[in-house]
């Protein structure tokens, strides 16, 4: 048996009969990832010492009955994430020399559920970017047709799960940083609402907008994952007090009743006619297991792109200023006094897509702009958050593609940064408003690449995201395919 090909609920079942240890896994693990990151590229950093430490830590917790769904569950993380005494870059050559000095709480708990970290994920630098070329280490490439990209910026958190290296892996998203790379990659990615896992320890894009978020092969396996990361952290301010339920309870309720709202603003005529194909085969699977469905509106949708792309790059602008090469990270040791200084190690420490947005932030929030860029985004942002609350008074879910096109070739939208940043066209508004997402596989277009669909729920109901997403993946075999790897 490959242990590998298996869900993370499967391999839990395995640890829990004593069929296998959680050391043989994270070997099993270890040789995959051997077998296949030279041609997809998703590992910066792999933790063997530490992994097969905690997996022996996890075999002992086991044996004594006290297995929780993650116990000796080997993941992986994005390599966003402060993790102690491992190197930490988010993908760029400003942080090649950094060590985290503390876990990230997301981290922390992982290694609370008792999960096997095993290495660090690449990503789009800064998780600025829809394709994850934009990394310092190269870029990651789609286990289905590694001549495409899978998505960014958590592109190797998709590429990893698709790849059969881990069950799971944990990601950030920004403006659809999970879900686009799970939709091109035909895994399952969730972004959970604003609030509900800490971003402490998370190196931070853009603060409004980023969230925590798992990506694996299943709903049910996203819900493990969320449940151990969820809940109230007093170390970040934007952290929710509210209690964290059982997601994996419930997820095998019936559909019957469940309204499913179409936005008709998403449902456009530039939408890719294989996409369009599978989301309409995907209604009626939905209209089989007894949902019904109903038009809503989200009148604001046109300006999403616009107000994304000030408020993100604003925020980015400010978060970015702190590397500097005068705390950590690298500095640039040929300069001659210190604005040279300042200005070297910015110039060759960041890459071009970071630059281009720390550019753009920092005009719309300078001295006379402030007003007509970011505070108007803002408000425009207040208006794109109602239409999503609106939109809930009719329905309960919201269905809608995850991107225009299936995953495109690498270098073809590169150069062209307006095109890239439509890739996000979709998933944005979701951010915006703070709610939650789920992106499941839906179908494939004609180059058998996977297309995903996705589901958006009101703020804190991750659950009813979760059990529609399960309950489609029962009805039908897109998620169980496995890439060409």
């Known amino acids: 048996m490959n242990w590998t090909d298996l869900t993370l609920r499967e391999l839990g079942e395995k640890l829990r009969a004593r069929e296998v240890s959680s050391q043989e896994l994270t070997r099993a693990c270890f040789e995959r990832v051997d077998a296949t990151d030279q041609r997809v590229n998703t590992f910066i950093t792999r933790c063997e010492?530490?992994?097969?430490?905690?997996?022996?830590?996890?075999?002992r917790r086991i044996a004594e009955g006290q297995a929780g769904p993650l116990t000796g569950?080997?993941?992986?993380?994005?390599?966003?994430?402060n993790t102690e005494g491992v190197l930490t870059t988010c993908a760029s050559r400003i942080l090649a020399n950094y060590t985290a000095p503390y876990d990230a709480t997301a981290v922390a708990r992982l290694k609370e559920a008792g999960a096997v970290i095993v290495g660090k994920l690449n990503m789009d630098e800064f998780a600025m970017g829809s394709s994850?070329?934009?990394s310092a280490y190269g870029a990651v490439r789609n286990p289905w047709n590694l001549e495409c990209v899978p998505g960014g910026s958590s592109g190797a958190s998709a590429a990893a799960v698709a790849a059969r290296q881990t069950a799971a892996t944990l990601g950030t998203d920004t403006g659809g940083s999970v879900r686009l790379p799970a939709s091109h990659c035909g895994v399952v990615g969730l972004k959970p609402t604003y609030g509900r896992v800490s971003r402490y320890g998370v190196i931070a894009f853009a603060s409004s907008l980023d969230q925590v978020g798992p990506v694996a092969r299943t709903s049910a396996d996203c819900a493990a994952?969320?449940?151990?990361?969820?809940?109230?952290?007093?170390?970040?301010?934007?952290?929710?007090?509210?209690?964290?339920?059982?997601?994996?309870?419930?997820?095998?309720?019936p559909l019957k009743g469940l309204r499913i709202g179409l936005p008709k603003e998403y449902f456009i005529d530039g939408?890719?006619?294989?996409?369009?194909?599978?989301?309409?085969?995907?209604?009626?699977?939905?209209?089989?297991?007894?949902?019904?469905?109903?038009?809503?509106?989200?009148?604001?949708?046109?300006y999403a792109v616009a107000c994304y792309y000030l408020i993100a790059t604003a925020e980015a602008s400010s978060n970015l200023a702190r590397y500097d090469g005068v705390r950590y990270g690298v500095r640039d040791e040929e300069a001659n006094h210190l604005i040279d200084m300042y200005m070297q190690t910015r110039a060759r420490g960041f890459g071009s897509e970071v630059k281009r947005r720390i550019m753009l932030g920092t005009y719309a929030l300078s001295s006379g702009y402030y007003a007509a860029?970011?505070?108007?985004?803002?408000?425009?942002?207040?208006?794109?958050?109602?239409?999503?609350?609106?939109?809930?008074?009719?329905?309960?879910?919201?269905?809608?593609?995850?991107?225009?096109?299936?995953?495109?070739r690498i270098g073809e939208k590169i150069a062209d940064?307006?095109?890239?940043?439509?890739?996000d066209i979709f998933t944005i508004s979701v951010n915006l408003a703070g709610t939650c997402a789920l992106s499941t596989p839906c179908g494939f277009s004609g180059e058998n690449l996977p297309i995903g669909m996705q589901l958006v729920g009101r703020p804190f109901d991750e659950q009813t995201i979760l059990r529609a997403g399960h309950a489609f993946e029962q009805a039908t075999p897109w998620h169980k395919k496995q890439a060409p790897l």
Do not use: W
């Open 132 to 134: 994850n070329e934009n």
């Open 417 to 423: 940064p307006l095109t890239m940043y439509l890739s």
């Open 225 to 253: 994952m969320l449940g151990a990361v969820a809940g109230h952290d007093p170390m970040d301010s934007t952290s929710i007090d509210t209690p964290v339920p059982d997601y994996l309870a419930g997820l095998d309720e």
């Open 73 to 81: 569950i080997p993941v992986a993380v994005k390599d966003i994430f």
């Open 49 to 59: 010492e530490s992994a097969f430490a905690a997996a022996e830590a996890a075999d």
């Open 271 to 302: 939408l890719d006619a294989d996409v369009d194909k599978a989301l309409k085969e995907a209604m009626d699977v939905y209209r089989d297991l007894g949902a019904e469905f109903v038009d809503v509106s989200l009148p604001h949708t046109d």
């Open 373 to 408: 860029y970011y505070l108007k985004a803002q408000k425009v942002r207040t208006l794109i958050r109602q239409d999503f609350l609106d939109a809930f008074e009719k329905c309960d879910v919201l269905m809608t593609p995850v991107a225009p096109t299936p995953a495109f």
